[in-house]
């Protein structure tokens, strides 16, 4: 037997034996439910919104497996699915606590009193979701942290080898991810005391994910041979339906119950998506090219991405803006970024990376106490610049750490199992040489 497989069974019979003693371990106790000292309502919704979100990941699947060549869609859908299995189990061990248990300095928390979702149940809530009960809260967050390392694999698409992927999602989850959602989203991160806005994910999700395609494909070098045609327009199709319908949950889920701020929510990420896609075939028209769905359908997903970290905090005018200038933007990275020397197979950087600080600038801009009283420093639109300065810090700051951290942890995993599969397999296609399977 291998020493990798070797590995990979101590992993799981350690897992397997920590999980059936847990309770024991960690002095967890089942308790009875809460009488009701919940929001029916709100628990409803938020029950609704997190199946929404996980409904994104395969959403992305079809939105990147289309976009591949036909020996390498499986593969490629396949790497977002097993986000949903490797993190949904890391999350309950010890992402969870990195997350959201009690801070470190503001940059981390403490794993140790969530382990195994130790403490965390139907009893009792999180500080800023207190009507629905704590595990919600946890198991909707779980969502975002699946989604966000599978949104990576656009820009390394058809020639990376999947097991040390794996690995890398593992490492990405833990020393990227966590440290940010918990600056962000906790009420002591740093940059949430700061004043720094992210209503669902611009710069824990989006940024994140874009910096570290960057960094992954300019570290896996570019693909061998002459790059395919898409292989099914129709599955992208599919996939931007159901990432834009899950997008609802995303976003509108973000303000943790059935109020006003989720209609706002749902409500700005209709029109951004619409508007960008609108703008994105307009351009491309004005550019002498034809309208193509593959065009709407990024449009569409450019302007879902920008709009998440300001859906709770601007106008539905301010949205369509939004969707309309990030799709511009993005339109012009995709079109005028250097191919010929960093193959980003799907252009996550110029989509994700961009789209996602374009969101973050221009909630800088649009914030507004008359949508969400919780803005406390409004946007420059309304005269005041503290907003946009944080915005501006927490832009540069993610941007260094994501791409720098990313691009060191692909050179560790490289170290331990080469991330580049062979020439011979590239060309024969993943499908075949990675999963034995073919369409």
């Known amino acids: ?41 709100d628990t409803a919704w938020m029950i609704m919104a997190t199946a929404l979100v996980l409904l994104m990941t395969p959403g992305l699947g079809f939105f990147y497996g289309g976009m591949v060549g036909k020996k390498n869609v499986i593969s490629t859908m396949l790497q977002s699915f097993m986000a949903m299995v490797i993190v949904s189990v890391l999350w309950v061990v010890i992402a969870y606590g990195l997350c959201f248990g009690p801070s470190i300095g503001g940059f981390i928390g403490n794993p ?35 989604i966000t390392p599978a949104l990576v694999t656009g820009a390394f698409a058809e020639r990376i080898r999947f097991w040390p992927y794996l690995l890398f999602m593992v490492l990405f989850i833990l020393f990227i991810y966590t440290p940010l959602a918990h600056c962000t989203w906790h009420p002591d991160g740093i940059f949430f005391k700061m004043g720094v806005l992210d209503f669902a994910g611009g710069t824990v999700v989006h940024m994140s994910a874009g910096w570290a395609a960057l960094a992954g494909a300019m570290f896996l070098g570019k693909r061998k041979g002459q790059k395919a045609n898409p292989a099914r327009i129709t599955y992208v199709l599919l996939g931007t339906g159901l990432l834009w319908f899950g997008w609802f949950g995303f976003n509108a889920g973000s303000a943790m119950g059935a109020n006003g701020l989720a209609v706002q929510a749902l409500g700005t990420t209709t029109v951004a998506a619409a508007a960008a896609s609108m703008a994105w075939v307009f351009l491309d028209k004005i550019l002498g090219h034809k309208l193509s769905a593959m065009g709407a359908c990024i449009g569409a ?8 970290p300001a859906a709770g905090y601007v106008s539905i005018a301010h949205a369509i803006t939004i969707g309309i200038i990030s799709s511009i933007v993005s339109n012009f990275a995709v079109s005028r970024f250097p191919k010929w020397k960093i193959d980003d197979a799907l252009d996550v950087f110029a989509c ?9 600038v221009l909630t800088g801009v649009f914030a507004s106490k ?63 040489s990675q999963h034995g399977e073919f369409l």
């Open 1 to 41: 037997m291998s020493t990798r497989k070797i590995v990979l069974s101590i992993l799981l019979i350690v897992i397997l034996t920590l999980t059936f003693f847990s309770n024991f371990i960690f002095q967890n106790r089942t308790t009875p439910l809460a009488v009701s000292k919940f929001d029916t309502g």
């Open 112 to 146: 140790l009193p969530n382990l195994f979702f130790n403490n965390v149940g139907v009893t009792s809530s999180w500080p800023l979701a207190p009507t629905i009960p704590l595990l919600l809260f946890a198991l909707f967050q779980v969502k975002f942290a699946i």
């Open 301 to 308: 997903v450019v302007g879902l991405v920008a709009i998440t």
């Open 352 to 360: 994700h990376g961009v789209g996602g600080m374009t969101g973050m």
């Open 370 to 432: 008359a949508i969400n009283p919780a803005v406390v420093d409004q946007g420059l639109l309304f005269g005041e610049t503290k907003l946009f300065l944080n915005q501006m810090t927490a832009l540069f700051v993610v941007s260094v750490f994501a791409f720098t951290a990313s691009y060191a942890l692909f050179f560790v995993v490289n170290k331990i199992s080469p991330l580049r599969v062979s020439q011979e397999k590239e060309e024969l296609g993943l499908d075949i």
